[in-house]
C-alpha cells in the first residue's frame, strides 16, 4: 500500500505526480490504454477546450484514445517543458501528426492533413492519481511558416517515429 499524501515530504508528493503522468505518457497506445487510464481517479474530468470535449468516465476517455490513436500518424513529439507542484503537472509539447480519419472529434482539419499540434496538458493531481486533465490545443497546418514558429529550448527532447 502506498503511504497516505499528509505522510510525504512536498518532493515526494510532486515526484508522485510527475511519475503517474509518466506512466500516463508512455501508455497512450493501443496496446497500453487500459495502464494509461489506470492512473485516473473514479471521478476523472477529462478536457479539451478547443474542440468542445468534456469527458467525466474512464471508459468514455478510453474509448475517445482509442478513435484518436487510429485517427492519425505521429511523425515526431517534441517535448519543451514539464514541471509540477504538489496539485498540477504541466507539459508543453509539440506533436506533428498527418490526420489519417476523422477520429479527432471537432478538429479543425480534414483527414490528409499533416498537422503540427502545441499541446498543453494541465494534469490535476490527487493522492498520486490524475483527477482532471486538461490539453490546450493550438492546431496548425505544418506547413503554415507564419503559425509553427515555437521557441524550442535546448533542454527539448524529440522523439521521431518512422
Avoid at 470535449?53 to 500518424?73: C, G, S
Wanted: with cysteine.
Amino acid at each position: 500500500m502506498s503511504p497516505q499524501t499528509d505522510e510525504l515530504s512536498r518532493e515526494q508528493i510532486i515526484e508522485r505526480n510527475l511519475a503517474a503522468v509518466d506512466v500516463h505518457f508512455h501508455n497512450e497506445n493501443p496496446e497500453g490504454i487500459d495502464k494509461a487510464i489506470g492512473v485516473y481517479t473514479d471521478d476523472i474530468v477529462w478536457e479539451v477546450p478547443a474542440r468542445g470535449l468534456v469527458l467525466r468516465d474512464r471508459e468514455t476517455v478510453k474509448q475517445e484514445y482509442l478513435k484518436i490513436f487510429e485517427a492519425m500518424k505521429v511523425h515526431k513529439i517534441t517535448n519543451l517543458h514539464r514541471f509540477a507542484n504538489e496539485e498540477w503537472v504541466f507539459d508543453d509539447s509539440i506533436f506533428e501528426v498527418t490526420l489519417l480519419t476523422d477520429g479527432f472529434r471537432n478538429c479543425p482539419f480534414p483527414a490528409g492533413t499533416r498537422c503540427s499540434i502545441r499541446l498543453v496538458h494541465a494534469f490535476q493531481c490527487r493522492d498520486g492519481k490524475i483527477c482532471r486533465e486538461n490539453g490546450y490545443e493550438i492546431w496548425r497546418r505544418a506547413d503554415d511558416t507564419v503559425r509553427v514558429r515555437d521557441d524550442i529550448p535546448a533542454t527539448a527532447t524529440v522523439e521521431e517515429f518512422h
